[in-house]
């Protein structure tokens, strides 16, 4: 009876021990989460295997100022002249463009730019829009597929 008893304490043990380990606090996150400092818009997301791929996009900056103001709310501003880099599989350097003064710049590249050389219904690439507005960093993916 009494070894019983021990072997049930010991567990109870082990199972406080293990409760109160797995319950520490962290107090910052692994990856930082930092809200983009533009707004990213893209437009275009399949085209034919024999047709450019021309994939839209506009950069804004959102002014919040009148948040609180019903009647005026939030304003998206045009971001000019910013560099912006277009990435495939993360690390290859596709495309750079600059943001003209609507903060719009468009992407106009062949499949075979993007590592398809024979296009064909039904293949898709991820593109990746990156750059750096205020000393902050930013990226935006966007899926694109052939028709």
Known sequence: ??????IYLLAAAFI???FSQSCVEAEDLVTPNVASPVLILLEGTSFGATSPVTVGSKFLELDKTNILDHTKGIDSIPVPNLDIAVFINNTNEVARLVT???GAAD?????????LSEASSG???RLEFAGTYKNVPFRKYHT???N
Do not use: E, P
């Not at 992407?107 to 590592?115: F, N, P, Q, R, T």
């Open 1 to 6: 009876m009494k070894k019983s008893f021990n």
């Open 16 to 18: 406080t021990l293990a």
């Open 100 to 102: 003209g003064t609507d």
């Open 107 to 115: 992407l106009v590249v062949s499949w075979a730019d993007l590592g």
């Open 123 to 125: 293949n898709s690439v």
């Open 144 to 146: 694109i597929r052939v």
